[in-house]
């Protein structure tokens, strides 16, 4: 079983940055993939990010490509989402979650594909 919790979600201007820190409890296998997901009010949580355990290999929803980072630090078990040039539009409670998938696998940009998620943490951009 994994457990995750989310931190560094707060209030920030339109242009800044943030950096939100996704620490995990139990094993991140080498073939897992681990997602950034995100909700806003009255809204589907959708897709934003994903990185993959063994390469490190990423992939992004295009509203954020260009703006928003997922690293990874292996030894602390840690997944990073490194978001900078924030819009009112990033305001959302933001997840990360785990696909346990065995690879060679695509990242999936599917709810449904991910079997772990932490509890969130709120992100909001004033204008």
């Known amino acids: 079983q994994v457990q995750l919790v989310e931190s560094g979600g707060g209030l920030v201007q339109a242009g800044g940055s943030l950096r939100l820190s996704c620490a995990a409890s139990?094993?991140?296998?080498?073939?897992?993939?681990v997602g950034w997901f995100r909700q806003a009010p009255g809204k589907e949580r959708e897709f934003v990010g994903a990185i993959t355990w063994r390469n490190g290999r990423t992939d992004y929803t295009d509203s954020v490509k260009g703006r928003f980072t997922v690293s990874r630090d292996a030894a602390m078990n840690t997944v990073y989402l490194r978001m900078s040039s924030l819009k009112p539009e990033d305001t959302a409670v933001y997840y990360c979650?785990?696909?346990?998938?065995?690879?060679?696998?695509?990242?999936?940009?599917?709810?449904?594909?991910?079997?772990?998620w932490g509890q969130g943490t709120q992100v909001t951009v004033s204008s």
């Open positions: 979650a785990v696909d346990t998938r065995s690879r060679p696998a695509p990242i999936t940009r599917r709810i449904d594909d991910y079997d772990y």
């Open positions: 139990g094993t991140i296998y080498a073939s897992d993939a």
